[in-house]
């Protein structure tokens, strides 16, 4: 690859975590808006265990881990296939 088209990669990277960041605040002003407040979230090996209280009531979650990556290894074939087309 060519420096620049090296260059314009890191930079969309950039901007591909600056929106990351931007959606991960919108995701707590629904949050915030559904009266959900997280009291603690705890990675683990097999699993995320998130403790969260909603209206003062406090409930459990937990999220298999191998479901998170699957989605998270999607997102990135995804990503990933769009960057092979640009080039």
Do not use: C, N
């Amino acid at each position: 690859m060519r420096p620049m088209a090296l260059i314009r990669d890191l930079l969309v990277l950039r901007l591909i975590q600056d929106a990351v960041r931007q959606e991960e605040r919108r995701a707590r002003g629904r949050l915030r808006d559904a009266a959900v407040e997280l009291v603690d979230v705890e990675d683990r090996e097999l699993d995320v265990r998130v403790r969260f209280r909603v209206h003062g009531w406090e409930h459990e979650v937990m999220y298999p881990r191998a479901m998170l990556t699957a989605e998270t290894k999607a997102l990135l074939q995804t990503w990933r296939r769009w960057s092979r087309e640009r080039q």
